[in-house]
């Protein structure tokens, strides 16, 4: 059984920071990839940003220069750093991992059960 906790959300003013951070535990063989989405009310569930086990990574275009995604592979965790947020980052931040539970399992896909961004005065 594969888990993915989130954890570091809250309610920001503008221009400020927030720290998410996301560990997933249970059996897992390999992790291909980890990272966030964000899901407004309303609207469909964006890619915030990702990284891949080799380093890779992609963001949104509307965090772009604004977040930061870090990964500890050891350990499977992922951390997103938010600076500068804006009112249109209200949300909530889900984490999801790729990964492999065990040798002869293709990768699946899991997701946190999410967490609360909110960005206002």
């Known amino acids: 059984q594969v888990r993915l906790v989130e954890s570091g959300g809250g309610l920001v003013q503008p221009g400020g920071s927030l720290r998410l951070s996301c560990a997933a535990s249970?059996?897992?063989?390999?992790?291909?990839?980890m990272g966030w989405f964000r899901q407004a009310p309303g609207k469909g569930r964006d890619l915030v940003a990702s990284s891949t086990s080799g380093g890779s990574t992609s963001y949104g275009e509307a965090v772009k220069g604004r977040f930061t995604i870090s990964r500890d592979n050891a350990k499977n965790t992922v951390d997103l750093q938010m600076n500068s947020l804006k009112p249109d980052d209200t949300a909530v931040y889900y984490c999801?991992?790729?990964?492999?539970?065990?040798?002869?399992?293709?990768?699946?896909?899991?997701w946190g059960q999410g967490t609360q961004v909110t960005v206002s005065s």
């Open positions: 249970g059996s897992i063989f390999s992790t291909l990839s």
């Open positions: 999801r991992g790729v990964l492999k539970p065990n040798l002869s399992t293709p990768p699946q896909t899991y």
